[in-house]
Antibody
Framework: EVQLVESGGGLVQPGGSLRLSCAAS????????MHWVRQAPGKGLLWVSRIDGNGNTANYADSVRGRFTISRDNAKNTLYLQMNSLRAEDTAVYYC?????????WGQGTLVTVSS | DIVMAQSPLSLPVTPGEPASISCRSS???????????LDWYLQKPGQSPQLLIYLGSSRASGVPDRFSGSGSGTDFTLKISRVEAEDVGVYYC?????????FGGGTKVEI
């Protein structure tokens, strides 16, 4: 059974940093592009970033480029999102998503709150 | 960036009746003249989004056949032939043609 379990969310002050993790199981992790998608409270879905199976290619939304870094450890079947210089507008539930040509599996999400 | 426009914003439905949601993209989503890189997702209350339709018209595994997707290029439609109570939630279209991947604003379906 495919499982994606996010962790690392929490309350952080503006300007602070946080690292999200996504533990994957039930499939060959290295064979899939992986994404982060976020959802601000009461709002719609916003794509954040993606990374290829080898970890060599990454893309970012303009709103996070230069502040967030996506990475993966295929030996640990884990996806990461390093978030620096956090802003209030980064407050959201962050979902880890598997890419099989479409977003076929989503994690349960982890809440990041940026507030003083 | 490709802009995705969904309508309506809110859709009151009656169980047993059909429902339809429209999604338009600011540029064609046709890839290699064969595949439309357009997916549909449903986010039920309190849950993570789930895949309903991929490549514009292919139903994902386990999705009931009352859901269908159609359209090509820039105009797409999600149809529910007979709405059931479990279909309530917010429906999103998403383009997967190019980064940044972009979602429509969502359509809230409620009974």
């Amino acid at each position: 059974e495919v499982q994606l379990v996010e962790s690392g969310g929490g309350l952080v002050q503006p300007g602070g940093s946080l690292r999200l993790s996504c533990a994957a199981s039930g499939f060959t992790f290295s064979s899939h592009w992986m994404h982060w998608v976020r959802q601000a409270p009461g709002k719609g879905l916003l794509w954040v970033s993606r990374i290829d199976g080898n970890g060599n290619t990454a893309n970012y939304a303009d709103s996070v480029r230069g502040r967030f870094t996506i990475s993966r450890d295929n030996a640990k079947n884990t996806l990461y999102l390093q978030m620096n210089s956090l802003r209030a507008e980064d407050t959201a539930v962050y979902y880890c998503v598997r890419d099989s040509g479409d977003f076929d599996y989503w994690g349960q999400g982890t809440l990041v709150t940026v507030s003083s | 960036d490709i802009v995705m426009a969904q309508s309506p914003l809110s859709l009151p439905v009656t169980p047993g009746e059909p429902a339809s949601i429209s999604c338009r993209s600011s540029q064609s989503l046709l890839y290699r003249n064969r595949f439309n890189r357009l997916d549909w997702y449903l986010q039920k209350p309190g849950q993570s989004p789930q895949l309903l339709i991929y490549l514009g018209s292919s139903r994902a595994s386990g999705v009931p056949d009352r859901f269908s997707g159609s359209g090509s290029g820039t105009d797409f439609t999600l149809k529910i032939s007979r709405v059931e109570a479990e279909d309530v939630g917010v429906y999103y279209c998403m383009q997967a043609l190019q980064t940044p991947l972009t979602f429509g604003g969502g359509t809230k379906v409620e009974i």
